[in-house]
């Protein structure tokens, strides 16, 4: 079977807990991969990221719409990420963006610095909610691009753009 990111079709879903249990859901990220990108084999009986469920942390019970980049000899990953809580924002859900880096695409050591962005950043259009990021690499080679789903404190939503400089350098 070899490793799954070899296999020409390789896909990072999400999975949830939800009604799984007693306790608070939690929201992480699985891995397939395919042949023909028809018929999927899911890697392994367990998530590939999944959040510790200590809400303290601020992606404690959430990670979830990952985006996955090869970066040298291995991968760059952004996730969404939340805890449950209503603080920092009234929203339970999507408070933040994380990083995540890993040499085979399979095990994942997040960021110290994570978040990356955060609703508590004092940017006012995604003050409620900052998430769902879609990672691609620049014509350099070099600089990370980013565009990502926001929400104002008022509900407004829309769709931000990041660059990140030598991020795959």
Known sequence: AGQPL?????MFFDTSTEGGGPGPSVEQTGLAYSSDGQLWTRY?????LLPSGN???WDGLYMF???????????LMLYSGSNGQVTPSP?????GIGQATSSDGIHWTKDASNPVLYVADGVAWRG???YAPSLVRSLDGLTGLMWFS?????GARAIGFATASELFG
């Open 150 to 154: 926001g929400e104002s404190a008022g």
């Open 6 to 10: 070899s296999f020409p079709y390789v």
């Open 128 to 130: 409620n909610r900052s």
């Open 91 to 95: 929203a339970t859900y999507a408070h």
């Open 44 to 48: 392994g009986s367990e998530p590939i």
């Open 55 to 57: 809400a303290a942390e």
């Open 65 to 75: 719409r990952a985006s996955v980049v090869r970066a040298g000899a291995g991968f």
